[in-house]
């Protein structure tokens, strides 16, 4: 079925129309690509510094509880925002697993050295 409501093989103008449609979908989504690079670089410098003040004062890299209370928050906010929290979680756990990694790395390296 073509947008136009009819059976058999879509009329060319339709296409045309859904190719700009598509187009212009794409350029907002790669903006918003370039929005969470962003934002997860920004982050990543302010764990990295979170990084250094716990290898300087001999503090874990993981911090369990406060992992907790952000993925409790996180899920509520995807909830609200019709986000999937199963996802919402998955996606956090990926990044504070990147974090932690950073923070063993910046420990074993010494934090002078980091
Ligand atoms: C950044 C921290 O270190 C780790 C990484 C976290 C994160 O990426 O949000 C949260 C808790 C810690 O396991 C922190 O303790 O705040």
Known sequence: MSASGHAGAPREADVARARELLGEERRSIDNIDAALVHLLAERFSHTQRVGLLKAEHGLPPADPAREQQQIERLRSLADAA?????????????????????????????????
């Open 82 to 114: 019709g986000l999937d929290p199963t996802f919402a979680e998955a996606f956090m756990r990926f990044i504070v697993t990147e974090v932690i990694r950073h923070h063993e790395r910046i420990r074993h390296e010494g934090a002078a050295g980091a």
